[in-house]
């Protein structure tokens, strides 16, 4: 899957998986077989924001329950599609229901091109404020967290490693992996217009 939801779990400042969620649950499970006191927190790479797994059972329980869709109605949940509502003019309808896979598939291909194309400097913001949320979780606490933000925020990815070279190694490895991407996402979009 080209847009595949990637993970990153960390114990105190150890990351101790990484991956898709086929790659880091099975780590994860292992984990809470042996100890089910440790405190793992897990975030999406793509937004920051952390994320709860049920890790009781057996594997193959915890990743279809992972996998699948909790909530009932239309869609096609064991696809991981939900259904919600969307407001369009009379002509945008219009268009839609003109498309040879009607309105779902049309609206599944225009968001699959626009994250396919997305700006650079969007998608730097993207990654930055994603990051934002992962430190704010795991390092609210450590040594330089506001000058780090700031430095992440304003695009000096150099300033921001310095200012991190006292963290715990996993945890600084990942946060300078990110900012370097959304450094280079910013690279890819060229100089501003004027």
């Given amino acids: 899957m080209p847009n595949e939801t990637t993970y990153v779990a960390f ?4 990351r101790v998986a990484a991956g898709s969620l086929a790659e880091l649950l099975p780590a994860l499970k292992q984990r809470f077989d042996l100890d089910r006191s440790e ?5 999406e790479v793509e937004t920051g924001r952390q994320v709860d797994f049920d890790l009781r059972g057996t594997l193959e329980e915890v990743l279809e329950r992972a996998g699948g869709s909790p909530r009932r109605g239309p869609g096609r949940p064991k696809l ?4 919600r509502e969307v407001s369009l003019l009379p002509r945008h309808w219009e268009w839609l229901e003109r ?3 009607g309105a779902s598939g049309a ?7 626009a ?9 730097a913001r993207r990654l ?17 967290y506001e000058e780090a933000c700031r430095a992440l925020f ?13 963290w715990p190694k996993d945890l600084r490895e990942h946060a300078v992996q990110q900012a370097r991407a959304a450094a280079a996402a910013e690279e890819r979009s060229g100089p501003a217009a004027t």
Avoid: Y
Wanted: charged share 25%; glycine share 12%.
């Fill in 99 to 101: 498309q040879p896979s």
């Fill in 80 to 83: 991981g599609v939900t259904s």
């Fill in 128 to 144: 930055r404020e994603a990051l934002s949320g992962f430190l704010s979780s795991v390092g609210g606490d450590r040594p330089n």
């Fill in 39 to 43: 405190l793992v927190l897990v975030f």
């Fill in 115 to 123: 994250i396919q194309h997305e700006p650079g400097k969007e998608r």
């Fill in 107 to 113: 609206l599944r291909r225009l968001v699959e091109h």
């Fill in 154 to 166: 304003a695009g000096d990815t150099a300033r921001f490693e310095a200012l991190l070279q006292r």
């Fill in 11 to 14: 114990a105190g400042p150890r």
